[in-house]
Every structure is written in structure tokens, then in C-alpha cells.
T-cell receptor, first 112, second 112 residues
């Protein structure tokens, strides 16, 4: 009964590759997010979607492209991966209006 | 813009001792405040939240937090720490329909 699930949990890839991370929530929430957690554990918002529409796009390289096929899914595609993209990426969701965010288990991306 | 400061990067306490983790926020109106816990290799789990009303809020795992508007603080407390409480703790602030803004986290170590 996982509420917010991400796949894969670990991803190791070479510089220059393109990769995707998938996220699904079964909570019926309208809003989904992608956060990036760096090596110092700092969590920073990347994108926010509400009902499949992009609401917030923080200062993120355009190599990162989120896609929301429906309000239960928010995938993250990354082109031309760089070493600095290595981090843990968290998907989260929240109900309409800001209440607490529910987080997935994270995807640890390592670019070599 | 909202911001959160967690002044303590790392705290070590003895098992059975009391705990207080500090959090200060910056926001113009009444914020929504949260504490999350992240165990190694895991996602973030909500411990407790404050929206309005009673300024002392109870959470899961025996944690509580007190909202003090005059000090712009939302400190997390636990009367008796267990070894399983060792983790990273994040304070977060939210408002309206904007994503949560997180502090940089406090790592809690518990010694016997």
C-alpha cells in the first residue's frame, strides 16, 4: 500500500546519458513535487505540478524535464547527465492547498 | 520569501536523555510548520505539524513541538530519546499553495 512510490531506488549511469525517474502516488492528491537532496542533505524544490499542470519551476537546468501524464504520476527525465546531478531525488505529493507533503523513498542517482 | 534555520548541524544525546532540536523560521504571515524525520536510506516521514490553534502540538513517536510566534521558533522536543531516534531531522515551513521550504537538517546521534 505504498502511498508515493518511485522507481528506481538506485541509478548509476555515465556522464552524458539520459535517464528517467518515475513517481506514482495513490493518495488522490492534486499536487506533486520533485525535490533534490544534495550530499549535505539539503532539500530543494525543483518542480511543482497541480493537476498535471506545471506550477513551479525553480532554477533548474532545462536538461531536467518533468512530465505528468495524469495527476497520479510525475516523472522526471534528465538529459545529458553531469557529475553534479548526483543526488537523491524525492517525489512528493500533497492534497489541494498546502498541507503536509508525503514523500517517496527517494532515488539515489550517481553519475560517473 | 520563507526560510528556515536549524542552527545545530549535529547533536549527540545519551539514550534516555531529553532532546530539543531548534528551528527558526522567517515568514511574514502565520506559517504552516512541520517536522520531518529521515532515517538512513529512507524518505521523509512527517512527525508533526502546526497550522493554527494550540501552540503545543503532539506528534508520532513521542515527539512534540511548540510554536512561539514571538521567537519565530518551532522547536522539537522529546522527553526520553531512544536509540532508534537516531536520524536526520528537518524543519519545514509552508504557506498557501507553495512547496515546503526545508531547513538544512539536524543529524541526531544517540549514544548508550
Amino acid at each position: 500500500d505504498t502511498a508515493v512510490s518511485q522507481t528506481p531506488k538506485y541509478l548509476v549511469t555515465q556522464m552524458g546519458n539520459d535517464k528517467s525517474i518515475k513517481c506514482e502516488q495513490n493518495l488522490g492528491h492534486d499536487t506533486m513535487y520533485w525535490y533534490k537532496q544534495d550530499s549535505k542533505k539539503f532539500l530543494k524544490i525543483m518542480f511543482s505540478y497541480n493537476n498535471k499542470e506545471l506550477i513551479i519551476n525553480e532554477t533548474v537546468p532545462n536538461r531536467f524535464s518533468p512530465k505528468s501524464p495524469d495527476k497520479a504520476h510525475l516523472n522526471l527525465h534528465i538529459n545529458s547527465l553531469e557529475l553534479g546531478d548526483s543526488a537523491v531525488y524525492f517525489c512528493a505529493s500533497s492534497p489541494e492547498g498546502l498541507l503536509e507533503a508525503f514523500f517517496g523513498q527517494g532515488t539515489r542517482l550517481t553519475v560517473v | 520569501a520563507q526560510s528556515v534555520t536549524q542552527p545545530d548541524i549535529h547533536i549527540t544525546v545519551s539514550e534516555g536523555a531529553s532532546l530539543e532540536l531548534r528551528c527558526n523560521y522567517s515568514y511574514g504571515a502565520t506559517p504552516y510548520l512541520f517536522w520531518y524525520v529521515q532515517s538512513p536510506g529512507q524518505g521523509l516521514q512527517l512527525l508533526l505539524k502546526y497550522f493554527s490553534g494550540d501552540t503545543l502540538v503532539q506528534g508520532i513517536k513521542g515527539f512534540e513541538a511548540e510554536f512561539k510566534r514571538s521567537q519565530s521558533s518551532f522547536n522539537l522536543r522529546k522527553p526520553s530519546v531512544h536509540w532508534s531516534d537516531a536520524a536526520e531531522y528537518f524543519c519545514a515551513v509552508g504557506a498557501g499553495n507553495t512547496p515546503l521550504v526545508f531547513g538544512k537538517g539536524t543529524r541526531l546521534s544517540v549514544i548508550a
